[in-house]
Every structure is written in C-alpha cells, then in structure tokens.
C-alpha cells in the first residue's frame, strides 16, 4: 500500500503524462471501466494455463515415474528433456502454431512444454530419495516391482511432484500469455498488443495486474491442493 500511495503522489505531483506512466487511481477505474472485455481475455488464458499446467504436470510426473522405474529410460530421457529446456518457448511457437493451428491447442502445449520440467525435476528427486528400507520391506513380503511402485514410489513422488507444481504454477500464466501474443484472437496477451499498439498504458497495467493476480490464485489453489492431498506434511510437528 504504501509504495502504490507514493506512486500515486509521484504522478500527481511530478505532472507525468498519462501515457508515459498512469496512477494507480487511473489504471484501477480503467479496469472497472473495461471490466466488461477483460472477462472474456481472462476466461481464455486462465483456461490456456490451467489446461497446459495440468498437462504438463501429468507428462512430467509421469515421466518421473517411469524414469525411476526404468533406468535405461532416464539415460534416453534426460538429454532430450535438458534439449528442450534450452530452447526458448518463443522460438518453438511457431511450429506449435503451424503444427496444431491458431486454436487453444498450441498455447496448451506451449504452457505444458514450460511448466512439466519442475514437476519432473521434483518427483524424481522425491522416487529418489524414498526410504529404501520400505521398499525392502514390501519386498520382503513377498511383493513385486509393481507392488513396491504402487505402495513405495508412487506415494513417494506425490509430495515432490505437488512441490514442483506449486513452481509450475507461477509459470503457467506467463507462459499462456507468451503463447497469446503470437497467435491469439483472445487472451490478456492480445489484450495488451492491442493496448500497446493503441498506446493504451493504463490498459496494459491492467494486463499485468490479471497476470499477476491470476497466477497467485494458481499458487494458492496448489497449496490447497497439497494440504489436502499430504495432509501430514501440512501440518506442524507437534512440540515436546
């Protein structure tokens, strides 16, 4: 509160232009103004984000699953992972877009390629770091593989791909916009090209704003998430 206050005052006193830095003041009544057309862009990237956040999740715990099960697997895997990972979602969106077309698709995908990379990198290290004497011990019973995978590994992984879901999040809206200003019709992406193009400044802080308040409600419906899938990591070790 107290650095947007002095941001107003710093406007107002300082006699800056509207269209070189707008008030606080002025950019929040141009959202109630407008609010009318920011439904429609906010409904298109949430649905791109939460679509592509839990796409990526899935091919990213999934694989992390799979790579600890099958060793030979990860040796495949991993170069091709750490590949795609040096290579900026700008420059693979193009070929998103001619490949699926202009549709959500693309935007799904790109928001997935950049979100499943935490969640693989977290659940392995959660497989990894399992307790080896329970996986001894369903061993011991008489139990499989499969059974060590379904009882030991994949309870395992939960918590560690759920940590890196929470990082994906924060990346999944920037991610959806990314996608939107280089092929979109709708989005807040579109919404801020076409601010920009208009000289639009108030327009497009309102557009970051969406960003930044859609992506915290992304992190906290994660943290949700977590407390009501790992109950007992949430709660706190009881004192002596």
């Known amino acids: 509160m107290v650095l947007i206050a002095a941001w ?23 959202a ?35 790579t600890a099960t099958v060793p030979t697997t990860g ?11 040096t290579v900026p979602t700008v ?33 392995s290290a959660a497989i990894r770091d399992v307790d ?6 369903v061993a011991g019973l008489g139990g499989t593989r499969r059974h060590q995978l379904w009882l030991v590994r994949l309870p395992a992984s939960v918590p560690g791909a759920l940590a890196g879901l929470r990082i994906a999040a924060t990346y999944a809206v920037g991610a959806a916009v990314v996608s939107e200003y280089l092929a979109g019709e709708s989005g ?24 930044a308040i859609l992506s915290g409600l992304m992190v906290l419906a994660i943290v949700a998430l977590r407390r009501a899938v790992t109950p007992w990591q949430a709660s706190p070790a009881p004192r002596p």
């Not at 935007?107 to 977290?122: E, R, S």
């Not at 807040?188 to 970051?208: C, E, H, N, P």
Request: glycine share 6%; hydrophobic share 60%; charged share 10%.
């Open 32 to 66: 109630l103004e407008r609010a009318d057309l920011l439904g429609p862009h906010v409904v298109t990237t949430a649905t791109e984000a939460v679509l592509g956040l839990a796409l990526g999740a899935t091919v990213g715990w999934a694989l992390a699953v799979l």
């Open 132 to 137: 080896a004497e329970h996986a001894d011990m």
């Open 91 to 123: 420059v693979l969106a193009p070929l998103m877009i001619l490949w699926a077309g202009y549709g959500i698709t693309a935007k799904v995908v790109l928001v997935a390629l950049t979100v499943f990379f935490p969640v693989l990198v977290a659940a």
């Open 8 to 30: 107003e005052a710093a406007v107002r006193l300082g006699d800056i232009a509207p269209f070189v830095l707008p008030a606080p003041s002025q950019i929040a009544a141009t």
């Open 75 to 85: 040796q495949v895997a991993q170069p091709v992972v750490l590949l795609s990972q």
């Open 188 to 211: 807040i992406g579109v919404l801020i090209q076409r601010s920009r193009k208009a000289y639009a400044v108030d327009q497009i802080f309102v557009g970051i704003a969406l960003i």
